[in-house]
């Protein structure tokens, strides 16, 4: 079945600790996205990517980075300047054809945890 | 910043009733879409309503788009237990052809409660 994996389900992070957190899709989508969630709260916008080897800052980049260098794969790093990370991440993916109306795909989401 | 406003923020209605949330947004749209996410879960993408269409039905889904007000409202009618699940509408740029890409904007969100 074709969807998006994002993995680990959980993570813990000590202080000062860079973590990686994978995103795979197998739905041949161009764009690529990641977005943090808050409890209660809506998404906001990491970063996202259009096509390989090219990515856009969202609204709360810093602190963060990417990469695209496969169009199935785009994993984040959590660095240690990002002061709170605790939250909910969220992995998502569409296409760019014209006519496709079928939204974003999301993955199940990975929980971080600073201890 | 967040470009969609849900009200009500939380909606508790019993089996068999129909439950309305309402989504307000700031700026011009190509569309809007309705996303619904479990508790702990990803989102689902539930419907599309284009911004030259005023209603939208999917089964018991029937989505509103009033773009003189800015403001999308979401019905689902004879709700079951199984449609308790947060609720988000978001917006964002699309190409000519009404494609959903580039980067959308989400709102808070409703949290519906449905009691059997």
């Known amino acids: 079945d074709g969807g998006i994996t994002q993995s680990p389900k959980y993570l813990f992070r000590k202080e000062g600790q860079n973590v990686t957190l994978s995103c795979e899709q197998n739905l041949n989508h161009d764009a690529m996205y990641w977005y943090r969630q808050d409890p209660g709260q809506g998404l906001r916008l990491i970063y996202y990517s259009q096509i390989v080897n090219d990515f856009q800052k969202g609204d709360i980049a810093e602190g963060y980075s990417v990469s695209r260098e496969k169009k199935e794969s785009f994993p984040l790093t959590v660095t240690s300047a990002q002061k709170n990370p605790t939250a909910f991440y969220l992995c998502a993916s569409s296409t760019t054809s014209q006519g496709a109306i079928y939204g974003y795909t999301f993955g199940s989401g990975t929980r971080l945890t600073v201890v | 910043s967040q470009q969609g406003e849900e009200d009500p923020q939380a909606l508790s209605i019993q089996e068999g009733e129909n439950a309305t949330m309402n989504c307000s947004y700031k700026?011009?749209?190509?569309?809007l879409q309705w996303y619904r996410q479990n508790s702990g879960r990803g989102l689902v993408h539930l419907i599309l309503?284009?911004?030259?269409?005023r209603e939208k039905h999917s089964g018991r889904l029937r989505v509103t788009l009033d773009t003189s007000k800015k403001s999308s409202s979401l019905l689902i009618t004879a709700s079951r237990a199984a449609d308790t699940a947060s609720y988000f509408c978001?917006?964002?740029?699309?190409?000519?052809?009404?494609?959903?890409?580039?980067?959308?904007?989400f709102g808070q969100g409703t949290i519906l409660t449905v009691h059997p």
């Open positions: 309503i284009r911004s030259n269409e």
């Open positions: 978001a917006t964002g740029p699309t190409n000519a052809g009404g494609t959903s890409y580039g980067k959308l904007t």
């Open positions: 700026t011009s749209i190509n569309n």
